[in-house]
């Protein structure tokens, strides 16, 4: 194929899988692996008929759905701006699946609402609609602090009901669900409060069944005359003022669901029997049914499509049966294989991309290139670097300051403001607010002016993310009073903190920072005093630093785009210029090139007379003791490289064996393996001298790649097996050893088709400290290994027989693996080796072992596991007869015959003074 058609090919490919990628950018943003999806920061969940849940989340910057088993049927987000923010608010469905929603758009810090308009999304989460737009821009209006006007989405028998709220007024919106897209909402009936009071939420779903509670705390029911009618709370009603109906909701047989957070329970009320108030959730109700719940993060309730209760919170939603029961927490959604399917092929897409641009640039290296890389470039790879490096990192260093200088001074401002706070706020007046019918009294209306006063309005409606807050301290509870956020009630408890403490306990100006799903703050809190002195509340003054540090990364990367283009100018000058002066290199270049490919006879041709030409000579005659030096290393490091271990020389520290020294050593934690061939010395006997070496370089040559290709290093050849270090993972050096014993039975295999006698193999393993040197003397070296350790690994392999196993490890191994699970092994208990004082604990790795015997000691593990349990505490006759039940299974299992003849000893003749459960094993 010609190599213009490989190339257009390659670019079709590469521009194809490229806008794949962009266009699913979305799917992208996850790992292939994430099989997950976490839900945080819930402020809405419904359900439909269907039981499918549906949820806004993530800062109500993403709506999910789930179906009942938990699965994501469809993700929806919003798209932010430098200059705006998105965010859903309110949740509806109707009976085809079709999903409403009311969208906000607020300014670059979060807080000012500039518009809203409800969406419609299709069942599958594609936008269908967008109607009802509401705009915020008129600096004459009032300010909504993250909560919009259009309230309580509803959709009941085909008809989507929404409410508008105007300060003390409600104006209630239908449309049918099933028309045309496009339609408008018609205004279904206009009510207002009494005197005074101000709406703070609103359900119903038709002009006969309006309920309305106000921000003083009452709710009201629309009666036939369309005036309010408080029925809550009435004379006798066990509640106090302070007991606030938060996240009023309607059931499907009309009776009000509601959260007060004073009582710390959601309360129901019948308004045809007001004066009862049942408690449908509390936390002790919660307790008894396994159920953690609180209701510091408690975010807002709704009532399921099945007269259920569902609560949300910041990171988990919680559902009550109708019957009073709690089903478990719903805290992820999981996707579908399908859609894990897509992703890896979307993931798939952009990978294959990725091999086809590297090799595109390798055929453009081959073939435009011809394998060299230009000088200037070179230059250019050096150049760049430094240029661009040193100009971000300069813009970095007066970024960083300059973030540094005016965080410093945002936060001086904020405490002096928090601190101005008590001037700003009367204690006595504060201390006199009890409940929330103050809402919009002459107190709190003087509070609300002097905290507005505080920021002078720009006649923009931006408060440049500056956010104020007043709390009210009694009786060791902080209460929120006054916010800027729409959606807080005087009132709330709220939650105390080690800063907040100190405010009230000390009457100190505190200031901090935090980040949060709403963005980066920075807030300082003080004390309110009374006349006597006394700390009655907390003036807050916080902002919101995420509009100034966009605003600062737009300059950012303003500054590195003009240094960019100043740095591919002076490139462009000092490159141009380099080109000419180097050109007589390049006849040195290609020279260079020619030797690196192995053509020593290369001799370079360079006439210009200058420095270069020199360059030239010189380079000729360095071509020449290059040939003969790399002639002579290649036969020295081929021959030394055979006798001493590369590994052996990192771990000393050296380069080369030319830089060892007698009495270098080094000390370092590893695996020591041993394997030796059981019952060599008969076999050797019946061979000659050459037969012997011819033998053990076959076995070694058949079975020491094993080590090498573990990471490990032959440190002795043993005449009869060999010695190998692990200094990495022991899990290395099992599956060395595991993929000797499974080699040996292929070894044998092809002995047994020369006539040739099997052989039997021991491996030891165990794990410890060691020291690593040189001894010997001036004209006689040798590496070496100086450890206990190696004793014990050397003992290990001897008792590999008598007990049976082919691979015989010590509890410092099992320990240290990192992946226990993938391994065969069963426990041998305690073995009391000779010369050492306590017993060590080994373990039999039978993985490696043929099919049949490897089956049986799989099914036996549990029983002689538990036989050795048996033994160590001295239950002899147990133990033996469990020994027994695994011989009758594996008749080839020598320690579990040991142990059983051992327990029959000692339970007819009983132990020594000295026995402590081991087994000892010559």
Avoid at 305 to 320: P, S, V, W, Y
Avoid at 456 to 467: A, P, R
């Amino acid at each position: 194929m010609k190599k213009w058609v490989v190339a257009l090919l390659l670019t079709v490919l590469i521009v194809a899988s490229g806008y794949v990628v962009y266009q699913k950018s979305d799917v992208m943003t996850s790992s292939p692996w994430q099989r997950n999806v976490p839900l945080s920061s819930i402020s809405k969940a419904i359900t439909d008929k269907q039981n499918n849940l549906y949820v806004i989340h993530n800062s109500k910057k993403s709506i999910v759905k789930l179906d009942p088993q938990g699965t994501v049927l469809y993700t929806i987000k919003t798209n932010d701006t430098l200059s705006d923010i998105h965010s859903f608010n309110g949740l509806a469905v109707d009976n085809e699946g079709n999903l409403y929603t009311s969208k906000m758009t607020l300014d670059p810090y979060g807080l000012v609402v500039k518009s809203e308009r409800i969406v419609r999304f299709s069942p599958t989460g594609q936008e269908e609609d967008s109607f009802f737009p509401l705009s915020y821009s008129n600096p004459a209006e009032a300010k909504r602090f993250r909560y919009g006007s259009l309230k309580s989405l509803d959709v009941q028998n085909d008809v989507l009901t929404f409410f508008v709220e105007n300060g003390d007024k409600v104006t209630m919106y239908r449309m049918p669900t099933g028309g045309e897209l496009g339609a408008t909402p018609q205004p279904a009936g206009s009510w207002q409060l009494p005197a005074g009071k101000f709406v703070a939420g609103v359900v119903g779903n038709n002009a006969n069944l309006v309920y309305i509670t106000a921000r003083s705390g009452e709710i009201y029911r629309i009666n036939d005359g369309g005036q309010a009618e408080q029925i809550y709370p009435l004379t006798g009603v066990d509640r106090t003022r302070r007991n606030f109906p938060e996240q009023l909701q309607l059931d499907k047989s009309g009776r009000l669901v509601y959260i007060d957070y004073n009582a710390q329970a959601v309360s129901r009320l019948d308004p045809a029997q007001p004066y009862v108030i049942e408690a449908l959730l509390t936390v002790e109700k919660a307790k008894q049914q396994g159920i953690d719940l609180s209701f510091e993060d408690m975010t807002g309730i709704s009532v399921g499509a099945d007269n259920g209760l569902i609560t949300m919170h910041e990171k988990q939603i919680i559902r009550q049966n109708p019957d009073g029961t709690i089903q478990p927490p719903i805290v992820e959604g999981s996707y579908a294989s399908s859609q894990i399917f897509y992703k890896w092929l979307i993931w798939a897409i952009a990978l294959v991309g990725v091999l086809l641009l590297g090799i595109a640039i390798r055929l453009f290296y081959l073939h435009i290139m011809l394998r060299r890389i230009s000088l200037m470039l070179k230059q250019m790879m050096v150049f760049i670097p430094i240029i661009v490096g040193s100009m971000i990192l300069l813009s970095y260093f007066i970024y960083t300051d300059f973030t540094e200088k005016m965080e410093n001074e945002t936060l001086s401002e904020l405490s002096l403001l928090a601190r101005n706070g008590r001037n700003l706020i009367d204690g006595d007046k504060l201390e006199r607010m009890n409940s929330p019918l103050d809402y919009k009294t002459a107190d709190y209306k003087v509070f609300r002016q002097k905290m507005d006063s505080i920021f002078e309005d720009t006649g923009d409606n931006d408060d440049g993310g500056f956010y104020k807050a007043l709390y009210k301290y009694e009786n060791g509870t902080i209460y929120r009073m006054i916010e800027d956020a729409d959606d807080v009630n005087m009132f709330n408890p709220f939650p105390k903190t080690p800063k907040n403490t100190r405010v009230v306990e000390l009457g100190t100006v505190e200031t901090d920072q935090w980040q949060d799903d709403t963005g980066f703050w920075m807030y300082a809190i003080g004390p309110i005093f009374n006349s006597s002195g006394k700390v009655v509340g907390v003036f807050e003054t916080s902002k919101n630093m995420e509009g100034i540090l966009q605003h600062r990364q737009k300059i950012l990367r303003n500054i590195i785009q003009t240094i960019a283009v100043i740095t591919l100018v002076l490139l462009a000058i000092v490159l141009l210029t380099s080109y000419y002066i180097l050109s007589s290199i390049r006849k040195l270049r290609n020279s260079a090139l020619a030797i690196s490919k192995g053509n020593w006879e290369t001799v370079v041709d360079i006439r210009t007379r200058d420095e270069v030409a020199d360059l030239g000579d010189s380079f000729n005659v360095m071509a020449a003791h290059i040939r003969s030096y790399i002639a002579k290393v290649t036969r020295v490091s081929e021959a030394y490289y055979r006798f001493v271990p590369q590994q052996f020389l990192r771990f000393l520290d050296k380069d080369s064996i030319l830089d060892v020294e007698l009495g270098d050593q080094v000390e370092q934690e590893m695996g020591i393996l041993i394997v030796n061939i059981r019952a060599f010395y008969l076999l050797s006997k019946r061979l000659t001298p050459e037969e012997n070496f011819n033998f053990v370089n076959s076995y070694l040559n058949r079975f020491g790649p094993f080590i090498r290709n573990n990471d490990g290093m032959i440190n002795k050849y043993q005449g009869a097996g060999f010695m190998a270090l692990f200094p990495k993972r022991s899990d290395e050096a099992l599956l060395a050893g595991i993929g000797i014993i499974k080699e040996l039975e292929i070894y044998n295999a092809h002995r047994a088709s020369c006539n040739y006698a099997p052989i039997d193999m021991g491996i030891g393993l165990h794990k410890g400290p060691l020291r690593l040197g040189i001894i010997g003397e001036e004209q006689r070296l040798e590496g070496n290994v100086i450890s206990d350790d190696v004793y014990l690994a050397s003992v290990l392999e001897k008792i590999t027989e008598p007990l049976g196993a082919s691979i015989l490890v010590s509890s410092y191994i099992i320990d240290s693996l990192q992946a226990k699970s993938s391994f065969q092994y069963r426990n041998l208990g305690l073995i009391r080796i000779e010369g050492k004082d306590e017993p060590l604990q080994l373990y039999d790795v039978y993985q490696g072992e043929p099919d049949t015997l490897r089956a049986l000691k799989e099914k036996t593990k549990a029983k002689f596991e538990q036989a050795i349990l048996l033994y160590q505490v001295g239950r002899f006759y147990d133990a033996r007869e469990a020994f027994l039940q695994v011989i009758k299974a594996n008749r080839q299992d020598k320690a579990a015959k040991l142990y059983f003849y051992l327990c029959d000893e000692y339970f007819q003749n009983g132990t020594t003074e000295d026995w402590n459960g081991t087994l000892s094993v010559s």
